[in-house]
């Protein structure tokens, strides 16, 4: 996996790639962000970069890149090159200090067969307080010819003293459409079904990936409903009956899940809602297969209501990642749409 193979982030990408062409790489890094959104890949494609034998350079996009056909970026892909060095959470989601003693063991000699020794270090937030003090001699003042790569979605987590030794860069939630592009390209789901699980998924692969199980279409019908039930009633009973009917339509066994799912989706579906009243191009819509339904909406959700709908739903997901009651929250909803 080369630089420019990574599905978003093109900032960041861009901006790693500049630093190898010139040399100044920070050789501290901490990838933070969301869970999910190709932090841990970008680290891989990094190390792939630092130690490839015929480097690609491209001035219309990036300036430095790994081949991803000689000895070396072979070997970094098949994780069996000895100076791409990967820690990641063990059976029970840490990494211990005996993990972090071996990796480190050679940072004082030159690396072996690369250019660079790269030490990357996955879900860092797992790190055990012993192994995160044992590396901040080395974070404060790196070997020659090593990097440090930590990925962490939690990084309040690490010790400060790790946090201040190392350059943060921030990742973002990936789009709906890069999020279903990569489902399509790297895990092998049909369009229809990557397209349908993408708005779902709140900007992580990963999430999209767990939610595979889930009756998506019977989700953004109920979605969907839930939109048209509340858009033109004012009346109480009216919307607490359509809340009544998105709560019938769930999952016995998966309700919470489901319902969130339906949040999710309603929120996906009120974000097409402003493209369509700002008069944006279409092709950006998170969920072109309903942009007829939408369309009908938009007059509906004019003005502020779309926004403030979104700022309800926000609500309403965070209510139910608290445990409140799932037709509560749907109930709640409905009055606030």
Avoid at 21 to 26: C, F, I, N, Q
Avoid at 63 to 80: I, L, N, S, W
Avoid at 155 to 163: A, E, H, N
Avoid at 170 to 181: D, I, K, N
């Amino acid at each position: 996996m080369s630089l420019r193979d990574v599905i978003g982030h093109r900032r960041l990408t861009a901006l790693i790639s500049r630093a190898i062409d010139r040399e100044s790489l920070p050789p501290t890094l901490l990838f933070a962000g969301p869970p999910g959104v190709g932090k841990w890949r970008v680290a891989r494609a990094t190390a792939q970069a630092l130690n490839c034998l015929e480097p690609v350079r491209d001035p219309n996009g990036l300036p430095f890149d790994a081949c991803g056909r000689c000895r070396a970026c072979d070997r970094t892909a098949r994780h069996v090159h000895v100076d791409v060095i990967a820690l990641e959470p063990d059976d029970r989601a840490s990494i211990k200090i005996d993990v972090v003693r071996d990796a480190l063991r050679d940072t004082g000699f030159r690396p072996f067969e690369g250019k660079r020794r790269a030490i990357l270090i996955r879900d860092a937030d797992t790190l055990e307080t012993a192994a995160q003090n044992s590396l901040l001699k080395n974070l404060e003042e790196p070997p020659p010819g090593t990097v440090f790569i930590l990925t962490t979605a939690v990084p309040g987590v690490l010790l400060p003293t790790v946090r201040s030794r190392c350059m943060r860069l921030r990742f973002g939630r990936l789009t709906a459409a890069e999020v279903a592009e990569a489902l399509v390209r790297d895990h092998g789901q049909a369009e229809g079904e990557a397209r349908a699980a993408a708005p779902l998924a709140d900007g992580s692969i990963g999430q999209a990936l767990a939610l595979s199980d889930l009756d998506i279409g019977s989700l953004r019908d109920l979605a969907m409903r839930l939109l048209q039930q509340t858009s033109g009633r004012a009346d109480i009973p009216a919307r607490l009956q359509s809340a009544s009917n998105v709560v019938a339509g769930l999952s016995k066994k998966e309700e919470r899940a489901d319902l969130a799912a339906v949040l999710r989706l309603t929120a996906s579906m009120l974000r097409d809602i402003e493209v369509l009243n700002s008069g944006a191009d279409q092709r950006v819509l998170a969920n072109p297969a309903i942009s007829g339904d939408l369309s009908a909406l938009a007059r509906s959700f004019a003005g502020d209501r779309a926004r403030t709908a979104f700022g309800a739903v926000d609500r309403a997901l965070t209510a139910l990642e608290r445990n409140a009651g799932t037709k509560v929250v749907a109930e709640w909803l409905a009055v606030q749409l």
